[in-house]
């Protein structure tokens, strides 16, 4: 996924109300900017990071510039959860994540219950097969863990990935690791020991767990590799 504009340059001065952060021009104007990610963003949030922007020309905005990614010293962390779903898309069509075998079409955003969504949902001849996206910033000695902060609503879409398994559909979750520095990912069960009792659970079930690198760089975020899902603490 390339961007459509070039991205801006700053330092990110802080995240706060959760859906906000402050960034600093080179020129030293501070602007106040959104920030798409209700995570702790462990990690990537640290005062004085280099952090790139874009901005939207919707006018009915009232922060119109939207931050994008956070380089922690390391690498480019992608931290925009709007755009996970995209990619997650765009690498199931160009067969870049293969896991899941054949389809002839896909729809998003699927209502499968009174009050559930999930993100992705590709049909064949013969099966279904549900899919919900998520978004993974935080990584520990080469180790990609998800979530960074307690996720109820994650643990409410494993339930209901289990219950169209158990139907007869096919059913996964997707961990989109922007970044390229992680060799394997397992759930944080530090942070949310009830997500990852949930997502072993839904294993036994039968339903996929898949987790995919991505590189991250101011001109593009491409998806990258997959990568082991480790269950063992």
Request: with cysteine; aromatic share 6%.
């Amino acid at each position: 996924m390339r961007f459509n504009q070039t991205l801006s340059r700053g330092t990110l001065i802080r995240r706060y109300n959760r859906f906000l952060a402050e960034v600093e021009l080179p020129t030293g104007e501070i602007l106040t900017i959104h920030c798409p990610n209700s995570g702790a963003m462990l990690t990537c949030s640290a005062p004085g990071s280099p952090a790139c922007f874009s901005r939207s020309d919707n006018q009915r905005r009232r922060y119109p510039h939207t931050l994008e990614m956070v380089h922690n010293g390391v690498t480019w962390i992608g931290v925009n959860t709007m755009r996970t779903n995209a990619l997650v898309a765009e690498a199931l069509e160009n067969g870049v994540i293969d896991e899941l075998g054949h389809f002839d079409s896909m729809m998003r955003e699927i209502k499968t219950s009174p009050g559930t969504r999930l993100d992705l949902m590709l049909s064949s001849e013969k099966i279904r097969t549900y899919i919900e996206v998520k978004n993974c910033t935080l990584v520990r000695d080469g180790r990609a863990l998800f979530p960074d902060a307690v996720t109820s609503r994650g643990t409410k879409h494993l339930a209901e990935l289990m219950k169209l398994r158990k139907e007869g559909n096919e059913a996964a979750v997707i961990f989109l690791i922007q970044r390229d520095d992680a060799q394997s990912f397992a759930p944080a069960a530090d942070i949310d020991p009830t997500y990852a009792d949930s997502l072993a659970a839904a294993r036994a079930a039968g339903v996929r767990s898949i987790a995919y690198t991505a590189r991250v760089t101011p001109e593009e975020i491409t998806v990258q590799e997959m990568v082991p899902v480790i269950m063992a603490s």
